[in-house]
Nanobody, 116 residues
Framework: QVQLVESGGGLVQAGGSLRLSCVASGSGASIYAMGWYRQAPGKQRELVAVITNSGSTNYADPVKGRFTISRDNAKNTVYLQMNSLKPEDTGVYYC??????????WGQGTQVTVSS
């Protein structure tokens, strides 16, 4: 059974940087893509970035050029480097793993707060 554990959230001033990590424990071979989503208060959860096993990436328009997703397959870990943070980036950031058997698994979330 794969489990996801996120870390790296916190409070940062606008213009600052944070790096999120998500470690997948269990059988990492069952994962074909991992991604980051976020949910701001009162809003729906939205895609931030996703990366496949082959390294293909996709980003939401609001974060393009500022965020970078990367993956260490050997460590079953995905990272989200967030630069030039804005107050509108505030929210709970969730890691998601898409499995080959069509299931999606979610982490518990980590809070990111960007002050103006």
């Amino acid at each position: 059974q794969v489990q996801l554990v996120e870390s790296g959230g916190g409070l940062v001033q606008a213009g600052g940087s944070l790096r999120l990590s998500c470690v997948a424990s269990g059988s990492g071979a069952s994962i074909y893509a991992m991604g980051w989503y976020r949910q701001a208060p009162g809003k729906q959860r939205e895609l931030v970035a996703v990366i496949t096993n082959s390294g293909s990436t996709n980003y939401a328009d609001p974060v393009k050029g500022r965020f970078t997703i990367s993956r260490d397959n050997a460590k079953n870990t995905v990272y989200l480097q967030m630069n030039s943070l804005k107050p509108e980036d505030t929210g709970v950031y969730y890691c998601k793993a898409a499995l080959w058997d069509s299931r999606d698994l979610w982490g518990q979330g980590t809070q990111v707060t960007v002050s103006s």
